[in-house]
């Protein structure tokens, strides 16, 4: 590159040669930054586009979080059962009575101006019917869409404080309870009890699954019992930790159990755990549940994890949960995954590329 002395004097041509020399320079320059903004620009692009695909879970979409609290329409933040029905709608218990949510408008139940026996609701389960069964700590309560009935001791359940809800292949309905488990077939009722070592393992029934080939799996607080409707088999582990089930899934041929020190998997032949160290967010589970992909998602009290059966994704308030304490957790559908926190409300989780 080339200097002037300029004299001022000169006259006026090379007043404008020196201009246009400049100017010449000048698009020169520009031209260099234009094409490194353009190759930054490029770089920003490859590198944005690594991060989304690195974002993207095996459900193949854009996650897309949204939360609903009192003042959408809920009756409570705090959220202990969820349930679609057969129409599709949500249920929601919570410690205020229940929220029915059909994807537009929620409606409230409360025990003031509908027949639930309790306000507090810690289970839900949906029959062949379409009947809703709602258990609380005093008892239980059905809804059929416009009659209520509830049921407590008086008329056959072993216990009053209802943990869990289910249904199993013939229409009959479980309770779980602190004092062993009733069944309902609509007419008559039954009692289950430990007795010696057979029946329950233990009389304290925290949640029940029925799996594809309609056996009943019991999760007790020492273990757990299942019965194939004529006997009755019981599983107990050497870590007393690992016997306190909290919740189970049945997923094809492999029943999922939430514990006290991590998540266990059986598939009828051998048993395996997995904790923190394998990459769940939380040893204490609270909830599991089944993805329309095959995904198993597991509800803790530090966020939700999700397992596709080798990689393992954890999802916090920070990445859109309502709170990081799950209780429980559905699958609608359309495949949207439904969170219910302690505190915080509800969340789903939706993939827009559906």
Same mark, same amino acid.
């Not at 609380?136 to 059905?142: A, D, F, L, R, Y």
């Given at each position: ?17 020196l ?76 410690e ?68 869990? $809800? =289910?249904?199993?292949?013939? *229409?009959? +309905? @479980? #309770?779980?309870?602190?004092? %062993?488990v009733?069944? !309902? /077939? &609509? ?18 029934v ?6 594809s ?25 050497t ?48 909830? $599991? =549940?089944?993805?329309?992909? *095959?995904? +198993? @998602? #597991?509800?803790?009290?530090? %966020?939700?994890?999700? !397992? /596709? &059966?080798t ?44």
């Amino acid at each position: 590159m080339q200097f002037f002395k300029i004299k001022f004097s000169d006259d006026n041509k090379k007043v404008v040669h020196l201009i246009s020399y400049l100017q010449n320079i000048i698009q020169h320059i520009m031209g260099l930054k234009l094409k490194l903004l353009a190759l930054l620009f490029i770089i920003i692009g490859l590198v944005a586009i690594s991060c989304t695909k690195n974002s993207k879970s095996n459900n193949s979409g854009t996650e897309e979080w949204t939360t609903y609290t009192t003042k959408q329409g809920l009756s409570s933040n705090e959220i202990f059962a969820l349930a679609i029905d057969k129409q599709g709608a949500l249920w929601i218990g919570t410690e205020y009575g229940i929220t029915k949510y059909d994807g537009n408008t929620f409606q409230k139940f409360q025990q003031s101006s509908s027949g639930l026996i309790y306000h507090s609701v810690h289970s839900i389960a949906v029959d062949s019917d379409n009947n809703k069964w709602f258990g609380t700590s005093e008892g239980v309560s059905k809804f059929d869409g416009t009659t209520w009935l509830s049921y407590t001791t008086d008329f056959g359940l072993v216990d009053n404080y209802i943990n869990s $809800i =289910a249904v199993d292949g013939y *229409g009959n +309905i @479980w #309770f779980a309870t602190p004092e %062993g488990v009733s069944r !309902f /077939d &609509g007419l008559n009722w039954k009692i289950f009890v430990k007795q010696g070592d057979s029946i329950l393992v233990n009389n304290r029934v925290k949640t029940i699954g029925v799996d594809s080939s309609n056996n009943l799996w019991l999760g007790t607080e020492f273990g757990i019992s299942k019965f194939d409707g004529n006997h009755w088999t019981s599983y107990i582990q050497t870590d007393n930790s690992l016997n306190y089930i909290l919740s189970i899934a049945c997923q094809s041929t492999n029943i999922w159990f939430g514990t006290l020190a991590g998540v266990e998997k059986f598939d009828n032949t051998s048993w395996n755990t997995y904790n923190y160290e394998n990459g769940l967010a939380h040893n204490q589970v609270y909830a $599991i =549940a089944t993805d329309l992909e *095959g995904n +198993i @998602w #597991f509800g803790t009290q530090l %966020g939700a994890s999700k !397992f /596709d &059966g080798t990689t393992w994704k954890n999802y916090t308030k920070d990445d859109g949960l309502a709170e990081n304490w799950v209780t429980s957790i559905v699958v609608d559908k359309q495949g949207d995954i439904w969170f219910g926190t302690l505190s915080g409300g509800l969340s789903k989780l939706h993939y827009t590329s559906r």
